[in-house]
């Protein structure tokens, strides 16, 4: 066997690597459940393994008991409570590895087409991710991220070793938890009828990942290779590395940067049928991170938080949201879920938009599925006075909540209720309902989803001895201080911290865990990112999505001539617009400005008198908090600013076709820029602000069909 791990970033760029492939039959033993099932015989699937921590570990420390003090040692269990599996915070690093990607085939045979296990050593090592598959099922690409591995540390308190201890920090242990400091990653390409891979030289500090077909010979992913770094939010000092999307053709020509609207995070974009490409956005510009605060006026919420569904074109034209941006309030929206970090997206064959709702960095990527039906383009969801919650507002109409036994707080799963559910891994019934995330489409309609099965986050609670019917032992709620584990430990119970497989949707919403029914799921490792190795087809009864074109090919405008730098900007009206706050403007004004509407005062529509364009320029220094200081966290200039009140020859007001002021206009502007535009008066003051990136690219005309207006 070749492994996967040892080629030279000195090879030649997109060497065809031959892989020797090992196969295996897995035998499954009959299984005996109260309500899961397996299944033998299904489509081939490809999905990256993970290294599941299967160790206990022995932790000794002198600590006072009966005021006296003593050397006590405790076996602590369910250590893959801290494992750390890739999600929106542990997008470039920081995860749990080797991770192998594994093809399996209908009858449950597996090929192991990327190796990094079987040759991890501490100083070199690699995690296999992010697989996609062609439309035609010819071509699995995905990422590999390198690096050394290293020990998860945490301080352990006193009654974790002891529930009668005298309570105080122990100090640092290591955990035999292994994690992949990155130094970078790069694109590969399995070839499924030869086996052969071919791949892009490893480049340390780029980070290509995330890759998605857009046709079968075209590819977008997420990239740093721009060098780009992320928005400085008001009151930290942190900008991180950067991701914007690329497209580049399968054989690694023809690179373009696609989102140059894109300044902090673009993670996991995936093509939808219409042909646009949707992704996960970390939207934290200007005042976006202060819709609501964890610490009172002034300070911001959660920014990891911040991820939403936007969709472009391949191209990058036309960026707009579909799920986020404006809506989550801390409350449920109607169908029964709270918004924090929307990610890992699929689509079924009903067109139904799905992805993973969770708390950032501490549940492993797992939390809630949520599948949205798109709104028309243009439109985001529910208008601000239509919407009778503030949870409401902007949330498309039609939304489904995959399974409300599971949550996406930043806390351990509920305790199972009704049916036990028994696992053919563990000799006790599962007492935690457990946590979803990676969805993806089967044929049919169908649905595979990864289901961590246990308390899956690092934040612990002591409901489950009650739900048990327990005595509720000391120090098994809060986090850190070893208290996930404590809590696992406590419980005396062959039952995991966190153990994620990869399990097909019985029903849609699940109304059990005990409907799920079994894919793959193995005790040493976490399944996850599992996509149908199947032609687009046989999903999509297509070949393939809609064909959008460049935006310089589909338009015609005088003003953009071939091989123009500019674009359009234009809009039939700013007096139509969506920007006063629902429930109107208070002197405390943070959560309506920073939420949905970004009037700064009131005002009549007689006073919006032109329009200012402002261009934001991407920060290049993760340092460059000492190189700024405003409230953006970006560098900001003006492009230019126009009026808009339309006038005829004899300085009359031009009057609509809605007999209404004409307030039109269409602007020649730079292209592959990010801008906001602002409402300003006859002084130039600031009536109403954009607060996300946008952008054009060359030979563009983009048409507003009003201010903020989403509904």
């Excluded at 799905?354 to 039906?373: E, T």
């Excluded at 430990?489 to 994620?500: F, H, K, N, R």
């Amino acid at each position: 066997m070749k492994s996967g791990n040892k080629k030279s970033a000195t090879d030649t760029t997109y060497l065809w690597q031959g892989m020797a492939v090992i196969k295996f039959a897995l035998l499954f033993a009959l299984l005996n459940l109260s309500g899961l099932t397996e299944a033998f015989a299904g489509e081939a699937i490809v999905y990256s393994r993970c290294e599941r921590t299967t160790t206990e570990m022995d932790v000794t420390a002198d600590v006072v008991l009966n005021g006296k003090r003593q050397t006590v040692t405790r076996r602590m269990s369910g250590l893959d409570i801290y494992d750390v599996l890739p999600d929106i915070t542990n997008f470039l690093g920081d995860f749990s590895a080797p991770c192998d990607l594994i093809y399996r085939n209908p009858d449950g045979v597996e090929t192991i087409i990327y190796d990094c296990s079987s040759s991890s050593t501490p100083a070199d090592s690699c995690a296999a991710l992010d697989p996609a598959v062609s439309f035609d099922a010819e071509i699995i690409v995905f990422s590999v991220f390198r690096g050394s591995l290293r020990f998860y540390q945490e301080h352990i308190h006193s009654q974790a070793v002891h529930p009668d201890a005298e309570p105080e920090d122990l100090g640092y242990y290591d955990f035999p938890n292994k994690l992949l400091t990155t130094t970078g990653a790069h694109l590969h390409a399995y070839h499924i009828p030869s086996g052969q891979i071919r791949f892009i030289p490893f480049i340390p500090g780029v980070y290509d990942s995330g890759p998605t077909f857009i046709s079968n010979q075209r590819i977008a992913f997420t990239s740093t290779r721009d060098d780009h770094t992320t928005t400085v939010v008001w009151g930290t000092t942190e900008s991180r590395m950067g991701t914007r999307i690329w497209t580049m053709d399968v054989n690694s020509k023809n690179p373009d940067l696609a989102s140059h609207h894109s300044l902090s995070q673009e993670q996991h974009p995936f093509m939808l049928k219409n042909g646009r490409l949707a992704y996960s956005s970390w939207q934290i510009f200007g005042g976006l991170p202060f819709r609501y605060s964890n610490n009172g006026a002034g300070t911001h919420t959660t920014i990891d938080n911040l991820f939403h569904i936007y969709a472009q074109d391949p191209d990058g034209a036309e960026n707009f949201p579909i799920y986020g941006q404006h809506s989550g309030d801390h409350a449920k929206s109607y169908f029964g879920a709270d918004h924090k970090a929307a990610h890992f997206i699929t689509q079924t064959a009903d067109e139904r938009i799905w992805f993973a709702d969770y708390y950032r960095s501490n549940n492993k990527g797992l939390g809630l599925l949520i599948g949205v039906m798109q709104e028309p383009e243009g439109l985001e969801g529910i208008g601000p006075q239509e919407a009778s919650s503030d949870a409401d507002v902007f949330i498309p109409r039609d939304i489904i909540n995959f399974a409300s036994w599971a949550h996406s707080d930043d806390m351990p799963s509920f305790p199972m209720s009704g049916p036990t559910v028994t696992h053919p891994n563990y000799a006790d019934p599962l007492p935690f309902a457990g946590k979803l995330g990676h969805p993806a489409a089967l044929p049919n309609n169908g649905l595979m989803v990864a289901w961590g099965k246990g308390a899956c986050s690092t934040v612990a609670h002591h409901e489950i001895f009650s739900a048990l019917g327990r005595i509720t032992p000391p120090f098994t709620s809060g986090s850190g201080g070893g208290v996930a584990m404590n809590l696992i430990t406590s419980l005396e119970m062959d039952t995991p911290g966190c153990d994620v497989g990869l399990y097909r949707a019985t029903q849609i919403p699940s109304q059990h865990p005990g409907d799920l029914e079994m894919i793959v799921d193995s005790k040493d490792w976490h399944e996850i990112m599992g996509r149908a190795v199947v032609p687009y087809a046989n999903i999509h009864g297509v070949d393939h999505p809609d064909t959008i074109q460049r935006a310089d090919v589909r338009t015609s405008h005088p003003s953009l001539e071939t091989g123009t730098p500019f674009g359009l900007l234009g809009a039939a009206s700013i007096t139509d617009r969506e920007t006063h706050p629902k429930n109107g403007i208070h002197f405390f004004g943070e959560h309506q400005f920073n939420l949905q509407g970004t009037d700064t005062i009131d005002y009549t529509d007689d006073e919006l008198c032109g329009v200012r364009i402002l261009g934001i320029m991407p920060n290049r220094n993760r340092n460059v908090v000492y190189e700024i200081a405003n409230i953006a966290g970006e560098r900001v200039s003006i492009l230019g600013e126009f009026p808009v009140l339309n006038r005829h020859a004899d300085g009359s007001r031009a009057i609509d076709a809605s007999d209404h002021p004409d307030t039109s206009f269409l602007v020649r502007m730079p292209a592959n820029m990010a801008y906001l535009m602002q409402g300003i008066d006859c002084d130039g003051r600031t009536l109403n602000t954009d607060q996300t990136w946008q952008s054009l690219r060359p030979g563009e005309q983009k048409t507003c069909n009003g201010c903020h207006v989403h509904s």
